[in-house]
């Protein structure tokens, strides 16, 4: 007897890719053919997993077999979610300092929020910045963030006592802001960061 059979596959991709790409210049009124201003070409081939499910006779066998996709294209420079510069880039996050303020009395953070210094011989300094996800998944700052300490012209550290930060959406931004209780002659001129890079790896069949 002749067995009829179906087959149904369906692939769900979730994956985040770092590529090398070749970038083109390109010229005004690129003529057809070529790779138009501003655009890369995106060549890459890599590993997925798909869930086929197939009808034998009735009987119904889902099945996750290998699969390869491969990526050839050309992409716009400006059709980017994001973008960020080698400088301001720490890990996954684009970092940006907005502006660094000094408070020898309270610092009003919010309407419900302020904060003073444990000392009269301290002062706060306050560092406010900006930093979007440059990832595809969400970005948590309580383990995201691995240190963040001021350092000051001869070298020396001082941790932060207060960290005003929020979770992070792919491609968003949002407001990140440090606050430092130090002596009144410290002038902290600069920060070190430290953001921990996470990669999920699936574990090979």
């Not at 070749?22 to 890459?44: F, I, L, M």
Request: hydrophobic content about 40%; aromatic content about 8%; overall charge negative.
């Amino acid at each position: 007897m002749r067995r009829l059979f179906s087959m149904l596959i369906g692939v769900t991709l979730a994956i985040g890719l770092v590529v090398v790409v070749s970038g083109h210049e390109g010229k005004p009124n690129t003529p057809a053919g070529e790779v138009p201003a501003g655009a890369v070409t995106v060549r890459q081939t890599f590993p997925v997993s798909a869930s086929v499910t197939v009808d034998v006779n009735g009987e119904v066998y889902l099945l996750t077999v290998p699969a390869m996709i491969s990526v050839d294209t050309q992409v716009l420079l400006a059709n980017a979610v994001v973008s960020s510069s080698n400088s301001s880039r720490v890990g996954v996050l684009d970092w940006v300092i907005l502006g660094i303020d000094e408070y020898t009395n309270e610092y009003v953070y919010s309407k419900y929020q302020s904060y003073s210094s444990e000392s009269v011989d301290n002062k706060l300094i306050v560092v406010s910045s900006k930093i979007t996800n440059l990832d595809i998944k969400p970005f948590e700052n309580w383990r995201g963030i691995d240190s963040v300490e001021g350092f000051d012209a001869a070298g020396s550290r001082y941790e932060y006592s207060e960290k005003l930060c929020d979770d992070v959406n792919p491609g968003a931004t949002e407001a990140c802001t440090f606050v430092f209780d130090v002596p009144k002659t410290v002038a902290i001129i600069g920060l070190d960061l430290a953001v921990i890079d996470r990669k999920s790896i699936r574990f090979e069949q």
